[in-house]
Structures are given as C-alpha cells and as structure tokens.
C-alpha cells in the first residue's frame, strides 16, 4: 500500500507539473487579447416595455446625434443602418472614434501597427463620410481601452462641443455574451461623460441583449452592406463572406421582435434634468 500511494502521489505531482503552465498560459493568453467572454450574463430587466426615443425628432433634420465607438467599423458594423436612415432624414452626426484601430486582428505582433492604424483611420473616414459624419479619433491604444478620467474628460469635451440631443454607444451593462473589451469600456465611458451634456435627451446603447427599441433597417440593408465593405483591411476578401451570417443573423433576430426583416436594436434611456438642479435623472 506503501508503495501505490507513493507512485499515486508521483503521478500528481507531474500532472500538476504539467497542468499548472497549461492554465497559467491559457489565462495569460485570454487576458493578452481583448475578447471577454461573460459568464454571469446580466438578465435583461423586467419588465422592460417598448421605448420611443422621440423618433420623429430623431429622424428629423434638425437632429442631432452623436456615437461613441471604440474602433473603426463599429459604427458601420453595428448601427450601419440607421445611420443611414439618419443621413437620409438630414440629421447632423458625429462620431467620437475612442481607438486608433492598431491592431485590427489579433495575434497583433504578426501585423503593422502604424500600417494599420493609418489604414483604419481612412477607411472609417471614408465611411463616415458616406452618412455625412464628423469623426473625432481620441487615438487610445486598440485593445487596451479603459474608461478613465482621460478618456471621460475627451469625450465629454466633445459632447460639450457637439451638444447632441441623442447620444449612441456600446452598452456596458447588458452586451451579448462575447464582447469586445474596448466595447465595454467606451460604454461605460460614454455614460459617464453624458451626464454632463446638457442638451442630450436620450441615451441610445447598442450591441445589447436587452433592447427596448428597434430600428427597422430593411429597406436600407444594401447601403449598411456597403459600408461594411469600405472596411478592406477588416472585412476585404474572404472575411466578409466569415462576417456576413454574423451580421445578418442579429439583423435578422432583432426584426423578429418588430416584425421586419431586418433591425438594429437599442436599450434607449431618457435623460432629463431635475427642476432647478444640474444631475440627470436616467429613466
């Protein structure tokens, strides 16, 4: 007996040996790239009725409306279509761009850096300028965004600046499963700095499983495809036929709940001040 339980504790010893630079490894590997997986999703709240973020003002040319995304393509890639809708109806847009786009792909040491960053730059750009937006680029490090005083304090500069009555991000408390560090960080920088503008009236987060509103795109699929299509270094080649069901599919579900063929989704906040005082209320 003496003798197995030496061998047993022999055989541990070199499967925790082994084990132990496997785990470390992958858990070093999960935090080098951005990608975070949530395994404790928040559940969407309930109720969570239907929300009208005033779309008749939305949709008017008196509008206007300011995103904060974390890399070039994302506005394309996850709102496409409605801003396309907005450029239609001659609302004012802009577009605070929180990342350079250095990295593009990851592993990021097999790609160009400046390259890329130089490259996304143009093309979202080049998008942007298919809706008529202004982008405003805060060169963060692509992959590496946190929502910090410094980040908070540029964006709420260019809200000051920009005073939209609507203001569009990433949602950082109910994303989808798989999420994009960067997102989740530009969302929540986002609704920090929003507190501070005094003109915006609603909150308008996407890339959410929680929507309460939906945009519905159908008739404006083509032109959101195209845009997609600006993004060579992204979406150029064989990449776009990868992405296609993705994009299709959320376009897809979020009609299911309108009843259209394609939609984008939204989790839409009213924002409003209390009498006599400078806080918002979020409701």
Not at 64 to 73: F, G, N, Q, S
Not at 160 to 189: I, M, W
Not at 208 to 232: F, G, Q
């Amino acid at each position: 007996m003496q003798f197995v339980g030496r061998k047993n504790g022999k055989i541990l010893k070199r499967s925790t040996a082994v084990a132990l630079p496997a785990v470390v490894g992958l858990a070093a590997l999960y935090l080098y790239q951005p990608q975070r997986f949530d395994f404790f999703p928040r559940p969407a709240p309930n109720p969570n009725p239907p929300v009208d973020p005033d779309s008749e003002r939305l949709f008017s040319e008196d509008a206007r409306v300011l995103i904060v995304a974390a890399h070039p393509d994302d506005p394309e890639f996850y709102i496409g279509g409605l801003l396309t809708q907005l450029s239609r109806s001659g609302a004012k847009i802009a577009i605070v761009m929180c990342t350079d786009g250095d990295k593009g792909y990851y592993p990021s040491f097999l790609t160009d850096a400046t390259e890329n960053r130089r490259i996304r730059q143009i093309e979202q750009i080049e998008a942007a300028a298919k809706y008529g937006a202004e982008v405003f680029f805060l060169h963060e490090p692509d992959g590496r965004l946190r929502a910090d005083t410094a980040v908070v304090d540029e964006i709420r500069q260019r809200l000051n600046e920009f005073q939209p009555e609507y203001v569009l991000c990433f949602d950082p408390l109910y994303p989808p499963r798989v999420q994009h560090s960067d997102h989740l960080q530009s969302g929540s920088a986002a609704e920090e700095a929003v507190a501070d503008c005094p003109n915006a009236k609603w909150l308008m987060r996407f890339s959410t499983h929680a929507a309460n509103y939906y945009a519905d795109i159908s008739r404006v699929w083509p032109e959101k495809i195209e845009l997609l299509r600006i993004h060579k270094s992204q979406f150029g080649g064989n990449r776009m036929a990868r992405i296609m069901p993705i994009v299709q599919g959320r376009a897809k579900a979020d009609g299911v709940a309108i009843n259209v063929p394609f939609a984008e989704g939204f989790r839409c906040t009213q924002l409003r001040r209390y009498s006599g005082d400078s806080r918002l209320l979020l409701e």
